[in-house]
Protein backbone atom coordinates (compact mmCIF):
# COMPACT_ATOMS: atom_id res chain seq x y z
CA UNK A 1 0.00 0.00 0.00
CA UNK A 2 1.29 3.35 -1.07
CA UNK A 3 2.03 5.75 1.83
CA UNK A 4 -0.91 8.05 2.51
CA UNK A 5 -0.11 11.94 1.03
CA UNK A 6 1.53 14.76 2.96
CA UNK A 7 -0.75 17.78 2.42
CA UNK A 8 2.49 20.00 3.59
CA UNK A 9 4.00 18.82 0.27
CA UNK A 10 4.26 21.56 -2.13
CA UNK A 11 3.26 19.39 -5.11
CA UNK A 12 0.07 17.44 -2.71
CA UNK A 13 -2.86 19.66 -3.62
CA UNK A 14 -6.38 19.58 -1.41
CA UNK A 15 -9.51 19.70 -3.09
CA UNK A 16 -11.97 19.78 0.18
CA UNK A 17 -13.14 22.79 -0.74
CA UNK A 18 -14.86 21.40 -3.80
CA UNK A 19 -17.30 18.33 -2.47
CA UNK A 20 -18.50 16.31 -5.00
CA UNK A 21 -20.71 19.02 -6.74
CA UNK A 22 -20.21 18.14 -10.46
CA UNK A 23 -19.40 21.99 -12.05
CA UNK A 24 -17.73 23.29 -8.70
CA UNK A 25 -14.55 25.44 -9.98
CA UNK A 26 -11.40 26.19 -8.00
CA UNK A 27 -8.74 28.32 -9.35
CA UNK A 28 -5.25 28.44 -7.74
CA UNK A 29 -1.38 29.81 -7.86
CA UNK A 30 1.43 28.08 -6.31
CA UNK A 31 5.06 28.86 -6.51
CA UNK A 32 7.06 25.34 -6.20
CA UNK A 33 11.07 24.73 -6.06
CA UNK A 34 11.12 22.25 -8.78
CA UNK A 35 11.90 18.39 -7.48
CA UNK A 36 15.17 16.42 -8.54
CA UNK A 37 15.86 15.06 -12.28
CA UNK A 38 13.09 17.57 -13.72
CA UNK A 39 14.36 16.91 -16.90
CA UNK A 40 16.55 14.79 -19.28
CA UNK A 41 20.46 15.10 -19.71
CA UNK A 42 20.78 17.92 -21.62
CA UNK A 43 18.34 19.96 -20.36
CA UNK A 44 16.11 20.38 -17.81
CA UNK A 45 14.39 22.60 -14.47
CA UNK A 46 17.66 22.43 -11.66
CA UNK A 47 16.24 21.24 -8.46
CA UNK A 48 15.51 23.95 -6.42
CA UNK A 49 14.76 26.53 -8.86
CA UNK A 50 10.82 28.10 -8.71
CA UNK A 51 8.04 26.27 -10.60
CA UNK A 52 4.90 28.75 -11.46
CA UNK A 53 1.69 26.67 -11.28
CA UNK A 54 -1.70 28.14 -12.20
CA UNK A 55 -4.04 25.44 -11.70
CA UNK A 56 -7.71 25.09 -12.60
CA UNK A 57 -9.71 22.20 -10.41
CA UNK A 58 -12.90 21.08 -11.56
CA UNK A 59 -15.26 18.43 -9.95
CA UNK A 60 -16.76 16.56 -12.48
CA UNK A 61 -18.61 12.64 -12.13
CA UNK A 62 -16.01 10.46 -11.77
CA UNK A 63 -13.33 12.58 -9.72
CA UNK A 64 -11.01 15.84 -10.37
CA UNK A 65 -10.31 17.00 -13.52
CA UNK A 66 -6.85 19.36 -13.02
CA UNK A 67 -5.69 21.51 -16.05
CA UNK A 68 -2.85 24.03 -15.02
CA UNK A 69 0.30 25.38 -16.65
CA UNK A 70 4.23 24.89 -15.30
CA UNK A 71 6.63 28.02 -15.94
CA UNK A 72 10.26 27.07 -14.91
CA UNK A 73 14.20 28.50 -15.87
CA UNK A 74 15.91 25.71 -18.12
CA UNK A 75 19.36 25.40 -18.03
CA UNK A 76 21.22 23.15 -19.98
CA UNK A 77 23.96 23.15 -22.70
CA UNK A 78 24.05 23.00 -26.36
CA UNK A 79 24.31 19.83 -28.08
CA UNK A 80 26.84 20.86 -30.67
CA UNK A 81 29.10 23.20 -29.05
CA UNK A 82 28.87 22.58 -25.43
CA UNK A 83 27.84 26.04 -24.14
CA UNK A 84 25.56 26.38 -21.16
CA UNK A 85 21.93 27.68 -22.25
CA UNK A 86 19.12 29.02 -20.53
CA UNK A 87 15.44 29.12 -21.43
CA UNK A 88 12.19 29.05 -20.00
CA UNK A 89 10.05 26.58 -20.12
CA UNK A 90 5.76 27.04 -20.38
CA UNK A 91 4.32 23.62 -19.91
CA UNK A 92 0.78 22.79 -20.32
CA UNK A 93 -1.17 19.72 -18.72
CA UNK A 94 -4.38 17.95 -17.78
CA UNK A 95 -5.08 15.32 -15.58
CA UNK A 96 -7.99 13.06 -14.13
CA UNK A 97 -8.05 12.66 -10.67
CA UNK A 98 -10.27 9.46 -10.07
CA UNK A 99 -12.60 8.92 -6.67
CA UNK A 100 -11.72 5.74 -5.17
CA UNK A 101 -14.63 4.23 -5.57
CA UNK A 102 -15.03 4.72 -9.07
CA UNK A 103 -13.08 4.11 -12.51
CA UNK A 104 -12.96 7.13 -15.40
CA UNK A 105 -15.69 5.37 -16.86
CA UNK A 106 -18.11 6.24 -13.90
CA UNK A 107 -18.96 2.26 -13.47
CA UNK A 108 -17.55 -0.15 -11.08
CA UNK A 109 -14.39 -0.85 -11.25
CA UNK A 110 -13.61 -3.78 -13.46
CA UNK A 111 -11.49 -6.69 -12.34
CA UNK A 112 -7.63 -5.88 -12.60
CA UNK A 113 -7.80 -8.36 -15.41
CA UNK A 114 -10.52 -6.48 -17.69
CA UNK A 115 -8.53 -3.34 -17.06
CA UNK A 116 -5.50 -3.20 -18.90
CA UNK A 117 -5.17 1.17 -17.82
CA UNK A 118 -5.60 0.76 -14.24
CA UNK A 119 -2.12 1.40 -13.58
CA UNK A 120 -2.25 4.50 -15.69
CA UNK A 121 -5.14 6.09 -13.54
CA UNK A 122 -4.47 8.55 -10.81
CA UNK A 123 -6.64 8.76 -7.29
CA UNK A 124 -7.63 11.19 -5.21
CA UNK A 125 -6.24 10.00 -1.67
CA UNK A 126 -8.92 10.99 0.75
CA UNK A 127 -9.22 14.82 -0.82
CA UNK A 128 -5.80 15.20 -1.84
CA UNK A 129 -3.73 14.57 -5.11
CA UNK A 130 0.09 14.24 -5.65
CA UNK A 131 0.30 16.76 -8.90
CA UNK A 132 4.34 15.77 -8.91
CA UNK A 133 4.13 12.93 -11.64
CA UNK A 134 1.74 15.13 -14.03
CA UNK A 135 4.47 18.23 -13.20
CA UNK A 136 7.21 15.43 -14.54
CA UNK A 137 5.45 14.50 -17.51
CA UNK A 138 4.48 17.40 -18.62
CA UNK A 139 7.69 19.56 -18.30
CA UNK A 140 9.82 16.43 -19.91
CA UNK A 141 7.45 16.04 -22.76
CA UNK A 142 7.68 19.74 -23.42
CA UNK A 143 11.51 19.65 -23.21
CA UNK A 144 14.03 20.15 -26.62
CA UNK A 145 15.63 16.50 -27.03
CA UNK A 146 18.26 18.18 -28.98
CA UNK A 147 18.89 21.92 -27.87
CA UNK A 148 21.35 23.78 -29.17
CA UNK A 149 22.45 27.79 -28.51
CA UNK A 150 21.09 29.01 -31.91
CA UNK A 151 19.70 27.36 -34.39
CA UNK A 152 22.83 27.48 -36.93
CA UNK A 153 25.28 26.99 -34.37
CA UNK A 154 28.25 25.78 -35.99
CA UNK A 155 29.63 23.23 -33.36
CA UNK A 156 33.22 22.50 -32.38
CA UNK A 157 36.11 22.00 -34.81
CA UNK A 158 36.73 17.89 -35.10
CA UNK A 159 40.44 18.73 -35.41
CA UNK A 160 40.76 20.79 -32.01
CA UNK A 161 37.45 21.16 -30.39
CA UNK A 162 37.55 24.72 -31.19
CA UNK A 163 33.94 26.52 -30.94
CA UNK A 164 33.66 27.31 -34.87
CA UNK A 165 30.94 30.13 -34.13
CA UNK A 166 34.10 32.60 -32.38
CA UNK A 167 36.04 31.96 -35.39
CA UNK A 168 34.51 31.80 -38.79
CA UNK A 169 37.24 31.43 -40.50
CA UNK A 170 38.43 28.75 -38.58
CA UNK A 171 40.20 25.67 -40.48
CA UNK A 172 43.19 22.94 -40.17
CA UNK A 173 45.14 22.57 -43.67
CA UNK A 174 44.54 18.70 -43.59
CA UNK A 175 47.09 16.34 -45.43
CA UNK A 176 45.99 13.20 -46.68
CA UNK A 177 48.06 10.60 -45.66
CA UNK A 178 47.14 8.21 -48.78
CA UNK A 179 48.11 11.72 -51.68
CA UNK A 180 51.66 10.95 -49.29
CA UNK A 181 52.19 7.43 -49.49
CA UNK A 182 51.75 8.07 -53.24
CA UNK A 183 54.14 10.60 -53.32
CA UNK A 184 56.81 9.02 -52.05
CA UNK A 185 56.38 6.14 -53.97
CA UNK A 186 56.18 8.92 -56.96
CA UNK A 187 59.81 10.22 -55.54
CA UNK A 188 61.14 6.44 -55.35
CA UNK A 189 60.37 5.50 -58.70
CA UNK A 190 62.39 8.96 -60.05
CA UNK A 191 65.43 7.71 -58.13
CA UNK A 192 65.42 4.36 -59.55
CA UNK A 193 65.23 5.69 -63.12
CA UNK A 194 67.64 7.97 -62.16
CA UNK A 195 70.04 4.67 -60.87
CA UNK A 196 69.20 2.43 -64.19
CA UNK A 197 69.50 5.29 -66.58
CA UNK A 198 72.29 4.43 -69.36
CA UNK A 199 75.47 6.03 -68.93
CA UNK A 200 77.39 8.00 -71.65
CA UNK A 201 81.02 6.95 -73.21
CA UNK A 202 81.91 10.39 -71.13
CA UNK A 203 80.96 8.63 -67.94
CA UNK A 204 82.61 5.58 -68.51
CA UNK A 205 86.08 7.65 -69.59
CA UNK A 206 86.08 9.09 -66.38
CA UNK A 207 85.62 6.35 -64.01
CA UNK A 208 88.72 5.07 -65.84
Known amino acids: MNARLDHRSPLVFDTHELGRRPGALKRLSR??????????????????ATVELDL?????MEGVLVTG??????????????????????????????YP???????PVAEPAEDED????????????????????AVVL????????REDCPGLCPECGARLADDPDHHHDVHDIRWAALQGLAVSDQDGEMDNAPRSAGDDSQEK
Open 118 to 137: EEDTLFLEGDLFDLEPVLRD
Open 56 to 60: RLESV
Open 69 to 98: TARAPLTGECVRCLEPLERELEADFQEMYS
Open 142 to 149: SLPLQPVC
Open 101 to 107: DADSRNR
Open 31 to 48: SIPAPADLGIEVIGVAEG
